[in-house]
């Protein structure tokens, strides 16, 4: 089968839901994707920053494949060793006090549950939230979401109980958060937003007046976590420890799973039947996600998250410098924006042409969320084929 006959059939039977592009991948190893036409691709969207070990890392593949010939599902209805373990390693990988798990299967998924957990927690029932935000697309974090395309069509939403700020806007938030606010959610950088970061202040006067005002800070993670702005978690970049962090996309390396983590105070306030999940934490998913935690240990893939994408930024910076319509470039680690208005959609054709997948967010940033393995050579040909495209 070829790609056109894949999008035949994707055409007459699949939701036409998503705005797909007329490519299908067949195999990748490492940053590199072959399609079903033998085309060769460097990846710098890894999944929508998902897989941060790359494509087919062998000890991923095999901890998979022997997981799954042992044990794949057994439900939450008897102990899983293997979410266990997974529980364990995240514990040793976010500050105290955090530390407990509730593992689920999406970014949407864990977001649902850290918003349930912290209104039973607190007995109160408004959120904050951010214009310009993203936090899934069912209907509760629909209702947090803080942008009209992805809200358009789903009206009245189903929680009114929200309370939009400006993203950034220190004045605003001061006001928002009240005794009725259960928890605010935020995103260390607003991903989809167009890549735009929190600053110092607004971090820190969120962390500040939860305390006060005895709302709970709860710090979507889903894009940022697992290293991708060069620490473990984007709030570390802050200073800050939230009471309840959203985990997903890259903790399991491409399989699907989600995790609400927060303090054993907070964590104490779901008992047997308050919040679970059929799937949430199988052995098959723990044990791939494991794995993903100890490569990235034992490889220091943070580390280098930090330094290679610390680099790379100012070679951006200088490959862009005098264009007068590249706007910025942001982010940090992995997690780097080129904003050029209408032209980054023109560079992502351009790129797909030459063999590049990037991705564009918010309509005007380019988004580069490369494997966290990604090789010096793969950074300089997306800098070359940059510059080409901007001379
Ligand atoms: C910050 C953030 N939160 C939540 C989500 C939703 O995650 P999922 O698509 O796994 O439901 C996303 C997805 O892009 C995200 O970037």
């Known amino acids: 089968m070829n790609s056109k006959q894949v999008a035949e059939l994707s055409g007459y039977y699949l939701f036409q839901n998503y705005g797909r592009e007329p490519i299908c991948f067949s195999h990748g190893e490492k940053e590199y994707l072959w399609d079903l036409e033998g085309k060769k691709y460097i990846d710098y969207v890894a999944g929508i920053a998902v897989n941060c070990l790359g494509h087919g890392n062998p000890e991923l593949v095999k901890a998979i494949s022997e997981q799954a010939a042992r044990l794949i599902h057994v439900s939450n209805l008897y102990l899983v060793k293997e979410q266990a373990d997974l529980a364990e390693a995240v514990a040793s990988i976010v500050p105290a006090p955090l530390g407990k798990s509730l593992f689920c299967n999406s970014g949407a998924e864990a977001n649902e549950g850290a918003l349930k957990l912290a209104v039973k927690h607190t007995g109160r029932s408004r959120i904050v939230s951010c214009h310009n935000s993203f936090h899934g697309r069912t209907s509760v974090t629909l209702s947090v979401t803080g942008r009209e395309v992805y809200q358009k069509g789903f009206e009245p939403l189903l929680s009114k109980n929200v309370d939009f700020v400006h993203f950034n806007s220190v004045e605003e938030i001061k006001s928002a958060v009240t005794k009725d606010t259960a928890a605010v959610i935020v995103e260390p950088v607003q991903g989809e937003g167009g890549l735009v970061p929190a600053t110092d202040e607004y971090f820190r006067t969120i962390r500040d007046l939860c305390t006060d005002r005895g709302a709970l800070m709860i710090v979507d993670e889903v894009q940022t976590g697992m290293g991708r702005t060069g620490k473990w978690f984007g709030f570390q970049n802050y ?153």
């Not at 399989?255 to 303090?263: L, Y």
């Not at 580069?368 to 793969?378: G, M, N, Y």
């Open 239 to 391: 200073g800050i420890v939230p009471d309840i962090i959203s985990l997903a996309k890259a903790l399991g390396g491409g399989v699907p799973i989600g995790a609400v983590i927060s303090t054993p105070e907070i964590a104490k306030t779901f008992t047997p039947g308050s919040h679970g999940t059929t799937f949430g934490g199988n052995p098959l998913v723990c044990a791939a996600a494991n794995t993903v935690i100890g490569i990235m240990k034992r490889d220091k893939l943070v580390e280098r998250s930090a330094e290679v994408g610390g680099k790379w930024k100012l070679e951006l910076r200088s490959v862009t410098s005098g264009h007068h319509e590249v706007a910025d470039v942001r982010g940090s680690g992995l997690m780097l924006g080129i904003e050029m208005g209408d032209m980054a959609k023109e560079f992502q054709k351009y790129a797909l042409k030459e063999g590049l997948l990037v991705n564009v967010c918010a309509g005007r940033v380019v988004r580069l969320v490369p494997p966290l393995i990604i090789s010096r050579s793969s950074i300089e040909r997306l800098n070359q084929a940059l510059g080409d495209f901007l001379r």
